[in-house]
């Protein structure tokens, strides 16, 4: 049986990792309360991006967002369709599908997400997907590889939200829809995000 000390070896490895990485994050758009970085990512040709931005609600609401997997779409860049596929305590597997604009193929992905609750109050969900845990459909590609992370710290009356992901997209994506979604699905989504919490 794996101990507790080592998963939390392994999640602080995991989390240095991740901070040394962010050195590299540059700065591409700051709009509307919303900050969204670009980052290369060694044997890639799909930057990282990581979106920022500060929400007038409660950890309860944004919780509740979160893990209504059905309801989420609604907010989620090009979710077209998700469903969850398997919850076990902390840990959830997702399917999620996503459109795409002609003549790009749609895509599909399997998420295994793993909830962490910090000492101050924090929440992290960390994001790997899994390819293999669904057979795929000719309608859509299956996205290859995906790493990210969302996390809430509060802080006072509002919520520190970052949202963070770098995948493999599978198949052929032109440069000019890859280097756009890195940015409008950051974007996007955290500004409906906020709408949705702060009930505009």
Not at 8 to 28: R, S
Not at 49 to 72: C, K, N, P
Not at 135 to 142: D, F, N, Q
Request: hydrophobic share 40%; aromatic share 8%; proline share 4%.
């Amino acid at each position: 049986m794996v101990s507790l000390r080592a998963v939390a070896l392994f999640a602080g490895a995991l989390l240095l990792g991740m901070q040394a990485q962010a050195e590299d994050w540059q700065l591409v758009k700051d709009e509307d309360g919303i900050k969204v970085y670009l980052s290369e990512v060694p044997g890639s040709k799909y930057k990282a991006y990581r979106g920022e931005t500060s929400i007038a609600s409660d950890m309860r609401t944004l919780r509740a967002l979160q893990e209504d997997v059905q309801g989420s779409c609604a907010w989620i860049y090009a979710c077209a369709g998700q469903r969850l596929l398997k919850h076990e305590g902390v840990e959830s597997w997702v399917y999620t599908r996503f459109a795409m604009p002609w003549p790009v193929q749609a895509r599909d992905a399997v998420v295994h997400l793993v909830t962490e609750e910090g000492a101050d109050g924090s929440l992290t969900r960390r994001m790997v997907g899994q390819p293999d845990y669904l057979p795929g459909v000719k309608e859509h590609v299956r996205v290859t590889s995906l790493k990210g992370l969302w996390r809430f710290v509060p802080q006072g009356e509002r919520v520190e939200v970052v949202y963070q992901v770098h995948s493999e997209p599978g198949g052929s994506v032109p440069s000019w829809l890859a280097n756009s979604f890195v940015v409008d699905a950051p974007f996007n989504t955290l500004k409906a995000l906020r709408a949705l919490a702060e009930g505009r």
